[in-house]
């Protein structure tokens, strides 16, 4: 594998991984929301959020959403860490590559 590809591979898992955060973030904060407009408290009290079975029973969504994209952000944690440890290693392949030809 070449330096530059493993590089990309490292930038496109990074990429990859935050995008996830940002969409499983987003469906986290869609599910506060909702818990929020159902009990009629506005978003910048510091009200607890509802039950997730009550809201279901009342808005007919489902918890497996909420769990699915904790699971997901969790998911975008380790692929975040894991095209750390590519750019790592690149970057130290790199380096002990330029200190044989110098």
């Known amino acids: 594998m070449e330096i530059q ?7 496109q898992g990074l990429q990859k991984a935050n995008e996830d955060v940002y969409k499983s973030a987003e469906n986290i904060a869609s599910s506060a929301s909702l818990a ?9 009290t510091n009200a607890p959020v509802a ?3 009550e809201l279901t029973k009342q808005k007919g969504d489902s918890p497996v959403k909420l769990t699915q994209s904790l ?3 969790r998911v975008a944690e380790f692929q975040a860490k894991a095209s750390v440890e590519i750019l790592q290693s690149a970057d130290e392949n790199l380096g002990s590559l330029l200190d044989v030809t110098v």
């Open 5 to 11: 590809s493993a590089f990309n591979l490292g930038v």
């Open 36 to 44: 929020a407009e159902s009990y009629g408290v506005a978003q910048a």
């Open 51 to 53: 039950n997730v079975n």
């Open 71 to 73: 699971i997901d952000l």
